[in-house]
């Protein structure tokens, strides 16, 4: 397991910050090596119309991948705001990160989702799959090291970007 460093999750966060303000959820992700940015992901799933791509973590393993210009990133660390989905953490699996520290939880997530549903009087959706990122990893190869919660105190102010929650 490669060790957490503050300093690159409040990267992660600042790119949060940046999708957020460019109209996308508030998600942010940085692919990590021998401590330096490799590659710095956006959350673009709404300003790309693509709900496959437009994900921080995939935007991050993809330029990481094109910046070493190899296809595997072991040696690396993913950092996200939030817990990688079931998709996101099987490309972190499939390019053999070592590494996965993120800051909020599925659980955050969801209690964050409810809250929402509630003063917006039901209108709110969120279309997830309900397979936390240690499932996907306890049954993956090569094994990847988590570190959930890492600066999640920082994470959690992102729900308070716009005063709604950009997760």
């Known amino acids: 397991m490669i060790k957490p460093l503050e300093k690159f999750m409040m990267q992660a966060i600042d790119a949060a910050v940046t999708s957020a303000k460019n109209g996308d959820y508030g998600h942010g992700a940085i692919v990590v090596k021998d401590d330096e940015i490799i590659a710095v992901g956006y959350e673009t799933l709404k300003s790309a119309n693509d709900p496959v791509n437009g994900h921080a973590e995939i935007d991050a393993i993809r330029k990481a991948c094109q910046k070493l210009n190899q296809p595997y990133l072991e040696g690396c660390i993913l950092y996200s705001t939030a ?22 939880t599925r659980d955050d997530m969801i209690a964050e989702m409810e809250r929402i549903k509630q003063t917006s009087g039901g209108k709110f ?18 094994m990847v090291s988590l570190v959930p919660g890492f600066m999640r105190k920082e994470g959690l102010k992102l729900f308070e970007l716009t005063g709604q929650s950009q997760v």
């Open 83 to 104: 817990e990688p989905c079931p998709m996101c953490m099987s490309a972190a699996i499939w390019a053999k990160i070592d590494t996965v520290a993120y800051a909020i």
């Open 125 to 142: 959706s969120w279309r997830q799959i309900a397979i936390p990122a240690e499932y996907i990893v306890e049954h993956g190869q090569p």
